[in-house]
């Protein structure tokens, strides 16, 4: 069974930063794509970031330009840096596969909340 553990959320004022870290219990970490996703209250859960094992990264519109998905192979780990935090990215933030999240390996998330 994978794991996808995440932590770093907190209450940040608006324009502020954040590190989000993802634990994976996955053998084949390495040679899996990566992603973030969120999903804010009342709304369904959305894409945010990918990352594949070729460190190639795509975003999310809403987001291009002020976060930053990494990764650390050796301690099978995901980052999403997060700057100029906006009141819309208050959300719980999710770590999962990055082109097929499988639903049942959905974790218990970190909450961002910004204030504005």
């Known amino acids: 069974q994978v794991q996808f553990v995440e932590s770093g959320g907190g209450l940040v004022q608006a324009g502020g930063s954040l590190r989000l870290s993802c634990a994976v219990s996955?053998?084949?970490?390495?040679?899996?794509?990566m992603g973030w996703y969120r999903q804010a209250p009342g709304k369904q859960r959305e894409f945010v970031a990918r990352?594949?094992?070729?460190?190639?990264?795509n975003y999310a519109d809403a987001v291009k330009g002020r976060f930053t998905i990494s990764r650390d192979n050796a301690k099978k780990t995901v980052y999403l840096q997060m700057n100029n935090l906006r009141a819309e990215d208050t959300a719980v933030y999710y770590c999962?596969?990055?082109?097929?999240?499988?639903?049942?390996?959905w974790g218990q998330g970190t909450q961002v909340t910004v204030s504005s």
């Open positions: 990352i594949t094992s070729h460190q190639s990264t």
């Open positions: 996955e053998s084949t970490f390495d040679i899996n794509a």
């Open positions: 999962n596969y990055g082109y097929f999240p499988r639903n049942d390996y």
